[in-house]
């Protein structure tokens, strides 16, 4: 694992399904690790993950754990974030926060790699990494701002129980189970486990993801229009989200209507830009039913695009689908990204 040129890096909620898929993100992507530190809560310190063929015991996540540290990538919940990263940029890490904790912070860099890799620069040792829903839309949507504008964007989501966390995996599997062995059926979790009521979520869609807002708009809802703003500093971009929990294991998938400010642009130019952009597979061919599915994604690390269309009465409106691993572009893989920019850009530096 070790590499003597490499990186100390930790990783901050190890035992976890993003956190797992972060160290699983760093071998695949060869990440230059001079060392790596496991860490988690006192729950799950103790035991040993076998990464590329060497056994590392998960250390308890504490103050004292990020001395020596490089780079730390977080994702033990934001409350753990807010107590230990500032603790970890103190002993001189860089954070990469896959929590919802410091995304707003006004001082804190929310970065997307294909997006706003420039904003890298401005921090001050915490770079947020955004919602898994927006990183995929924003990733789809930066090409067409760029070149032709960008007014409004109205967003309805699909998106995967993963998002919840394991656990959430386990609960659709064991209801799909009772379902069809006409057992009853017990909901603990979805949609919000500290919430009031729990709904089943085999067979079914739950049009609520995190907690409502006094706007009638959820915490998920509005991260998404608030975060795709920072990311695209925009204040003045109009943005709306409808999040629907489906019973899909892996894979966010959203329906996308946007307004560019540019007249006359046509269906062909929209995929042709889309085709050569960054971090986007292109899937459009309505003919031989050729379209992103949640299915196909997972395990891969890019943002799918596909049934782009115009709008029928809006001669400057565009609809489009777009599909991603939520644990792979929307967490584990934008946080290596964002390491793997940090090294490039000679931002950090290997004590």
């Known amino acids: 694992m070790s590499q003597q040129n490499g990186f100390h890096v930790a990783v901050v909620g190890a035992t976890g399904a993003v956190g797992?898929?972060?160290v699983e993100t760093l071998v695949k992507e060869k990440f230059p690790i001079k060392k790596l530190t496991l860490l988690s809560s006192a729950r799950s310190a103790g035991k040993k993950v076998v990464v590329n063929g060497e056994e590392i015991i998960v250390e308890e996540a504490k103050p004292e754990s990020f001395e020596g540290i490089?780079?730390?990538?977080?994702?033990?919940?934001?409350?753990?974030?807010?107590?230990?990263?500032?603790?970890?940029?103190?002993?001189?890490?860089?954070?990469?926060?896959?929590t919802s904790a410091f995304r707003m912070d006004e001082n804190t860099p929310l970065v997307v790699p294909e997006v706003n890799e420039k904003d890298l620069h401005n921090h001050n040792g915490i770079i947020a990494n955004p919602n898994c829903s927006t990183i995929q839309m924003v990733v789809a949507l930066e090409p067409i701002r760029q070149k032709y504008g960008l007014k409004r964007v109205i967003v309805s989501t699909y998106q995967a129980v993963s998002g919840a966390g394991a656990s959430a995996v386990e609960e659709l599997m064991e209801q799909t189970k009772s379902i069809l062995n006409n057992q009853e059926v017990s909901a603990n979790i979805l949609p919000v486990k500290s919430d009031q009521k729990h709904y089943q979520i085999a067979f079914n869609a739950i049009p609520q993801?995190?907690?409502?807002?006094?706007?009638?708009?959820?915490f998920e809802e509005m991260k998404m229009i608030n975060e795709t703003k920072k990311i695209m500093h925009s204040s003045e971009l109009q943005v709306s989200a409808t999040c629907v929990r489906?019973?899909?294991?892996?894979?966010?998938?959203?329906?996308?209507?946007?307004?560019?400010?540019?007249?006359?642009?046509q269906v062909n130019e929209i995929k042709a830009l889309l085709k050569d952009a960054p971090g986007v597979i292109l899937q459009d061919d309505p003919e031989n039913q050729f379209y992103?599915?949640?299915?196909?994604?997972?395990?891969?690390?890019?943002?799918?695009?596909?049934?782009?269309?115009?709008?029928?009465?809006?001669t400057k409106g565009f609809h489009m689908w777009v599909v991603s691993d939520n644990l792979l572009k929307g967490a584990a893989w934008n946080s290596v990204q964002i390491a793997e920019r940090l090294v490039e850009l000679g931002i950090v530096k290997s004590k």
């Open 20 to 22: 797992q898929q972060m």
């Open 70 to 98: 490089d780079i730390a990538l977080f994702s033990a919940g934001g409350s753990v974030s807010k107590e230990l990263a500032p603790e970890a940029v103190k002993r001189g890490a860089i954070v990469v926060d896959n």
């Open 209 to 218: 993801i995190d907690k409502f807002q006094d706007n009638g708009f959820t």
């Open 246 to 265: 489906l019973p899909v294991a892996v894979g966010h998938s959203e329906s996308v209507y946007f307004e560019i400010e540019t007249d006359n642009v």
């Open 292 to 314: 992103p599915m949640p299915a196909d994604c997972v395990g891969k690390n890019d943002v799918f695009v596909g049934r782009i269309r115009k709008d029928l009465d809006e």
